[in-house]
């Protein structure tokens, strides 16, 4: 079946980093993303990773996939009190001809002096 | 680029009336737009898919008749709740993702949202 699954809230400490963590089902999953969404907003797609890809780096997010054991984790260096939002983790999946996203709960990021 | 302006942002409607949403790729066409529906503090759950020029594909459990899906050109669909009951009121968003050949066509951009407040 298709699931995918994150914790549902971290604190950090500004200037920290932040690593959220998200597991999936699907091993037939093409890319997986992370969205961020800030209250009563829509989603802001951050990152995407393929899933023939170990890991990408852009400035100061880092996301890892490890595809045998289906986790996958979203590292923000040098958190700000402006990363505070929900982000959500989704699978892509092949579905009569279209790709459609499965997102997890959403983690619940808040930063503190 | 790749921005997708929905419309309007939020809306407060009496039971029994119909609600129209929009939903327009701006600097680009889509091939495909997704509706999806987000409870509080909750994930999307995607309603269905519409392409342009056919009938949209709903997802198991949602109700054709009362959620209807045009997607008449390449730049826009539209959702409309018919005969919306507070039990309809929610956080509804849409997405497009681009045309075969125009970037990577996996990647799905968002609207804003519209919240519905069904009174």
């Known amino acids: 079946g298709e699931d995918v699954e994150q914790s549902l809230f971290l604190s950090v400490r500004e200037g920290d980093s932040s690593v959220i963590n998200c597991t999936y089902t699907d091993s037939s999953s093409t890319y997986l993303y992370w969205y961020k969404q800030e209250p009563g907003a829509g989603l802001q797609l951050l990152t995407y990773i393929f899933s023939n890809m170990d890991m990408k780096q852009d400035q100061r997010l880092t996301v890892l996939l490890n595809k045998k054991d289906k986790h996958l984790s979203l590292r923000i260096a040098d958190t700000q009190t402006g990363d505070s939002a929900i982000y959500f983790c989704?699978?892509?999946?092949?579905?009569?001809?279209?790709?459609?996203?499965?997102f997890g709960a959403g983690t619940r990021l808040a930063v503190h002096p | 680029g790749a921005v997708v302006s929905q419309h309007p942002s939020r809306v407060i409607c009496k039971s029994g009336t119909s609600v129209k949403i929009e939903c327009r790729s701006l600097?680009?066409?889509?091939?495909?737009m997704f509706w999806y529906r987000q409870f509080p503090k909750k994930s999307l759950m995607l309603m269905a898919t519409s392409n342009e020029g056919s009938k949209a594909t709903y997802e198991q459990g949602v109700e054709k008749d009362k959620f209807l899906i045009n997607h008449a050109s390449l730049t826009l669909s539209t959702l409309t709740v018919t005969s919306a009951h507070p039990e309809d009121s929610s956080f509804y968003i849409c997405s497009a993702s681009l045309l075969p050949g125009q970037g990577a066509r996996n990647i799905q951009y968002f609207g804003a949202g519209t919240r519905l407040s069904v009174l």
């Open positions: 600097d680009f066409q889509a091939t495909t």
């Open positions: 989704a699978e892509s999946i092949e579905s009569g001809g279209y790709n459609k996203l499965i």
